[in-house]
């Protein structure tokens, strides 16, 4: 049994093999949509929420989990351990972090390590299997959660939205706001750096754009070893693989791991349905 737990949020959106392998803790993020409030990734799935979206005048908007809900996360992951890593998105996009770092100090201060990835989605996923796997080793806390905050800048996530009208309604916009008002047939090309989205060009379509984000991830990729690459997605899980495919060619043996999964209606509710991505890490 591994000394040390892991606890991560639901914008990771880790796959669930690898949640259970590892034992990860997840605190669920909330979908507000008519008046209701629903964990994500508990009461409400990305298929459910992609299809709701479709027919749903009203758009939704997200809450971080109560601070409440949060201790009570950390609670039970410190139980019978001796200490709690927590690895969670940017805080510059969420008061995720913040509520955590909170939440930790009330539950017991000395026994848990919060690190703020600086990413969400795959991106932060990565950084959090990266501590998992050291706490698997058998690492104490100090070492835990090095391994965690050391990952940080090895790993990124690239992605491309179909309208960049969800962003700017929920204020995640960032620097890529410059990009807004632009040719309707344009697709922005966007990443997350420094624990915020900012813009890196724009193409014309969307497969130009999902080409260009394969481009971009292999060329960051090449020469290094030890690759973690994950195709995410938002209700296009057929581009997801086409994208993850093309990676996987360019880079060979070099690719460790290889994943497709979604993107958490969490963070959907802020890149709209369509969206595609690569997230990716190196040498951890």
């Known amino acids: 049994m591994t000394k040390i737990a892991l606890v991560t949020d639901s914008t990771a959106y880790i796959p669930k093999n690898l949640m259970e392998q590892y034992n990860i803790q997840v605190v669920p993020n909330i979908v507000i949509w008519g008046g209701k409030s ?32 949060m201790q009570a996360v950390y609670a039970k ?34 026994a848990i390590r919060v690190v703020d990835s600086q990413v969400t989605s795959m991106a932060l996923g990565f950084v959090v299997l990266a501590a998992a796997r050291a706490a698997a080793e058998g690492k104490a806390l100090a070492e835990v959660a090095q391994v965690a905050q050391n990952a940080v800048p090895r790993v990124g996530v690239v992605l491309t939205v179909e309208t960049l009208k969800y962003l700017q309604r ?6 890529a706001q410059a990009f807004v008002g632009g040719l309707l047939d344009m697709k922005p090309v966007l990443e997350v750096r420094d624990g915020a989205v900012h813009p890196l060009e724009r193409v014309r379509s969307k497969k130009k754009a999902a080409a260009r984000l394969v481009d971009l991830v292999t060329t960051r990729l090449t020469g290094k070893s030890n690759l973690r690459v994950a195709a995410i997605h938002a209700s296009a899980e057929s581009e997801a693989r086409e994208m993850l495919e093309a ?31 690569l997230a990716y890490s190196e040498g951890i």
Do not use: C, W
């Not at 709690?84 to 770092?101: D, E, P």
């Not at 929920?170 to 620097?175: D, Q, S, V, W």
């Not at 360019?250 to 994943?259: K, P």
């Open 38 to 69: 629903y964990r994500d990734g508990v009461d409400m799935q990305p298929s459910e929420f992609f299809e709701r979206l479709k027919v749903d005048a009203e758009h939704p908007t997200t809450s971080v989990a109560s601070l409440g809900d």
């Open 77 to 110: 992951a410190l139980e019978g351990k001796e200490g709690v890593v927590g690895v969670h998105v940017s805080g510059k996009l969420s008061n995720t972090y913040k509520v955590a770092q909170e939440a930790a100090n009330m539950v017991n201060g000395s």
């Open 170 to 175: 929920g204020g995640r916009i960032g620097a």
């Open 247 to 277: 990676v996987k060619a360019s880079l060979g043996g070099a690719v460790v791991e290889a994943l497709v999964t979604d993107v958490s209606p969490t963070v959907a509710v802020h890149t709209g349905p369509g969206t595609i991505g």
